[in-house]
């Protein structure tokens, strides 16, 4: 097996890792204060450390992303931090096809291939009940 396979499957697993991060960020918004705060102070560092193996990996700068994100614990920071483990991951994504040659101009295409959209999803605290007339 060769050693560009294995790299490939690793930053495939840490995508998927990133977004798994994401979803537990948006499920930490719909919790109580105390648990919120320390989910999002854990997920806070781990934001950190992700951003700088992203920034390693794709040897580029990225402006306004290293600034610290506010230790507020509002419901829209958990979403906020969601979103930056969501963006991480397509960066990984977005490195991979690159590396792969998927998205490379050949001289046979017609047109620059189409960029997949990014969907947000954001989970909600639970399920609406139905409007009680009674």
């Known amino acids: 097996m060769n050693a560009a396979g294995r790299d490939?499957?690793?930053?495939?697993?840490?995508?998927?890792?990133?977004?798994?991060?994401?979803?537990?960020?948006?499920?930490?918004?719909?919790?109580?204060?105390?648990?919120?705060?320390?989910?999002?102070?854990?997920?806070?560092?781990?934001?950190?450390?992700?951003?700088?193996?992203?920034?390693?990996?794709?040897?580029?700068?990225?402006?306004?992303?290293?600034?610290?994100?506010?230790?507020?614990?509002?419901?829209l920071d958990a979403a906020w931090l969601a979103w930056r483990f969501r963006l991480l991951a397509a960066v990984l994504g977005a490195l991979m096809r690159l590396a792969s040659g998927v998205d490379r101009w050949t001289a046979g295409t017609v047109c620059a291939p189409l960029a997949q959209p990014l969907v947000l999803v954001m989970a909600s605290g639970g399920t609406r009940r139905p409007y009680d007339t009674s």
């Open 8 to 75: 490939f499957r690793a930053l495939s697993r840490i995508a998927a890792l990133l977004v798994a991060l994401a979803l537990l960020a948006e499920r930490a918004g719909s919790r109580s204060l105390p648990v919120r705060w320390i989910v999002l102070a854990i997920l806070r560092r781990a934001e950190m450390v992700a951003h700088g193996f992203v920034v390693e990996a794709s040897q580029t700068t990225w402006p306004h992303f290293d600034e610290e994100l506010e230790t507020d614990c509002r419901p």
